[in-house]
């Protein structure tokens, strides 16, 4: 079964949005160049192969990746889909365990010693 987040990715008339990117003139001639020879008609054509090509890797990662496994996992176990995402929000802007005290114990020990 298609998720309806692939069968709007999927669908060629979904709507488009104009953008403006600021990008070196030296990139731009390489993308003019290459574009031909990976069969685009034009650089455009390949700049929005390339984004999409990462949005989809990006996209694997966080809706089939190990941590969206685990949010899964959790969920199956009873932890309220709401305390998981706290905890992620809270994961990716925290520093690993140990980090701190690891950086408390440096610190102490630098202070010490000045």
Known sequence: MISKHLKT???KE???TSITLRIPTDVVESLKWIAPHKGFSGYQALLK???SEGLRRDEAV???GPAARLAEALQKRGVSAKL???AAKEASTSP???FLEETGTQQQELSSEG
């Open 62 to 64: 966080h809706l089939f």
């Open 96 to 98: 690993p365990l140990g």
């Open 9 to 11: 990715r999927l669908n």
């Open 14 to 16: 979904r709507p488009m």
């Open 49 to 51: 192969a390339y984004i």
């Open 84 to 86: 998981i995402e706290e």
